[in-house]
């Protein structure tokens, strides 16, 4: 018997597809925050640079939220000065003004922002009220403009909400109109608890574009809880979105909704990517590197299909 040896999805091309995604890659912020392990500013330059390395455009490197809330993002300040020489984007999450001066003063060029659709994940989250938090992301956008810096804006449980259940998606169109507004660059749609399904994913995107919303402007950020994520990224692709999130090894979820379980993997989402002959730049086998070593660092599996197949289950 001989043993399968694959090391790349065979392509095949569809039409109505774009040429080229891009891809952010989540997993030094949005995939931290959410892991048990605190990482050392040490291991966290280290990933950030082996994901540089891979090919990734857009990394997002850190979050200046406060470090009793969120203790896995202490020392980002330390992690964006170790940077020197990386060529991704590296944007930070800033939930308020004074997030955004420690950010600027840690030399951040490149922020992101983050809004509830709903009311109860705002206050869980952000620990404030939605009309609080809108007013304090906008002051931190207007800052962020001032300073010339592009900012993007994260939208939380557009697909559904643990506590309230179906979101309306009007909700959506306003609060994306409203960043559009602001000055926002790019609007990441994220699924927090990964409840969307493809059907949900183009109505949504439709609503959008319907409501001024340019699609080039348009991201996804899936999570796989459910196992639809990368179904949910096709039906993206379909309706012309080519910008989606992603999280090496599938670390993360988040971390106040107790149901969310694990991000895209960005292997996984490369790989499909790249069977549709769909450019992203980054290089599958250089992933395949850093999932089982972050894995390691962080003492959890790998949640990702494509390195569970090509590297095998235990190899953390
Ligand atoms: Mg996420």
Not at 283 to 293: F, G, T
Request: proline letters at 5%; one cysteine or more; charged letters at 20%.
């Amino acid at each position: 018997m001989t043993v399968l040896d694959i090391g790349l999805p065979t392509r095949a091309s569809e039409s109505g597809m774009p040429d080229r995604v891009t891809i952010w890659e989540m997993s030094p912020r949005d995939g931290l925050q959410a892991e048990p392990t605190n990482l050392s500013s040490a291991t966290k330059i280290e990933l950030i640079r082996r994901l540089d390395a891979a090919g990734l455009p857009v990394i997002e490197a850190g979050s200046f939220v406060r470090s009793d809330r969120v203790p896995q993002m202490a020392g980002s300040d330390e992690v964006l000065r170790g940077l020197d020489g990386v060529q991704a984007r590296m944007p930070v999450l800033v939930p308020n003004p004074k997030g955004f001066d420690r950010a600027l003063a840690a030399g951040a060029d490149d922020i992101a922002v983050f809004l509830s659709v709903t009311e109860s994940f705002s206050r869980a989250n952000l620990s404030s009220d939605r009309a609080s938090a809108e007013a304090s992301a906008n002051e931190v956008v207007r800052r962020s403009r001032d300073a010339g810096l592009p900012v993007r804006g994260y939208l939380s449980m557009v697909f559904g909400d643990p506590w309230e259940g179906a979101v309306e998606i009007g909700e959506v169109v306003r609060l994306a109109q409203l960043l559009l507004e602001w000055g926002v660059e790019e609007i990441s749609l994220g699924d927090t608890i990964g409840v969307a399904t493809p059907g949900l994913v183009s109505a949504t995107v439709a609503a959008l574009e319907a409501g001024g919303v340019p699609i080039e402007r348009i991201a996804l950020h899936m999570h796989d809880t459910y196992g639809l994520a990368l179904a949910n990224v096709y039906a993206g692709l379909l309706s012309g979105v080519t910008t989606f999130d992603a999280s090496v090894a599938g670390v993360g979820g988040c971390p106040f909704a107790k149901s969310a379980s694990g991000n895209l993997a960005t292997e996984d989402l490369v790989w499909m990517l790249t069977g549709l002959g769909i450019e992203t730049g980054v290089s599958i086998p250089a992933l395949l590197e850093i999932a089982p070593w972050l894995a390691q660092q962080l003492d959890r599996p790998i949640s990702s299909r494509v390195a569970t197949a090509l590297i095998g289950k235990d190899s953390k």
